[in-house]
């Protein structure tokens, strides 16, 4: 059984003037194995955005099911979302979400936190942790005394903490230099190779490169999807622009 089930998605959104109905995503379906590393893409407006809302339980699609090892999760009520969430899904977002009042370390620590975990089992986490992504000369600072790629690291680190089942990551290069993003490509690629289960949402063609799989979104739908197989990166990121050229032309 794969980890991630998409099945027959669809999601209609009623705009609040109008009262005119937008369809954001028609039928889709796909699924994620374990240990996989998939990116989506697709043309601003395509769907993708909506897809990783309802992925992340922020949002309920209008009919279709979204399985999580089996579980259903359109259909947690309200009270168990949150928990849901702490417990299999880490996130990374383009402009990282930490709190500039924390420290990094307890940036890192609030979903264990929020998961009431003892303290020396939080420690000892971040402790194992903190190395792996080059981040634990940085614990006692603040969001704010540290660079963009540093930040995405402890973002990283946030997702990590928790031992997630999927990581959700939104556009997570695109607050980046190309130095920055190149390491944190190489941090993907390093904990996606230790087991991590990756679905990343990105317009660079060089972050889903990266990738196991690209999956293409256009007008709500999956119109295509690259296997990486023995490619190298380079190969994959041409195949990536040859099929994001046909999707901008209109071509089948």
């Not at 999927?166 to 996606?192: C, H, M, R, W, Y």
């Not at 050229?245 to 089948?252: C, F, K, S, V």
Request: cysteine-free; aromatic content about 8%; charged content about 20%.
């Amino acid at each position: 059984m794969s980890l991630l089930e998409v099945k027959n998605l669809k999601k209609i959104y009623t705009t609040r003037f109008s009262n005119q109905q937008v369809q954001a995503l028609s039928n889709v379906t796909f699924s994620v194995e374990k240990g996989e590393y998939v990116a989506i893409m697709g043309e601003s407006g395509s769907g993708k955005t909506t897809l990783l809302n309802i992925l992340a339980s922020l949002d309920k699609p209008t009919s279709g099911q979204v399985l999580l090892n089996g579980e259903d999760i359109t259909h947690l009520k309200e009270k168990e979302i949150s928990q849901f969430r702490r417990k299999n899904l880490g996130f990374v977002f383009q402009e990282f979400n930490l709190l500039d009042t924390f420290s990094v370390k307890d940036n890192i620590f609030l979903p264990l936190v929020l998961s009431k975990e003892p303290y020396p089992v939080m420690n000892q986490k971040i402790k194992s942790l903190a190395p792996r992504l080059g981040i634990e000369h940085l614990l006692d600072k603040y969001p704010y005394e540290i660079s963009g790629g540093q930040k995405q690291r402890v973002a990283v680190a946030r997702a990590l903490i928790t031992h997630p089942q999927l990581i959700l990551a939104d556009e997570p290069t695109g607050a980046l230099d190309s130095k920055s993003t190149d390491q944190l490509l190489e941090i993907f690629d390093q904990v996606n190779q230790e087991g991590q289960t990756i679905l990343m949402v990105t317009h660079s063609t060089k972050a889903a490169s990266y990738a196991s799989r690209v999956l293409f979104i256009r007008d709500g739908e999956v119109f295509h999807q690259i296997y990486k197989g023995n490619q190298t990166n380079q190969q994959m990121y041409q195949s990536i622009s040859d099929t994001l050229t046909l999707l901008a032309t209109g071509g089948e």
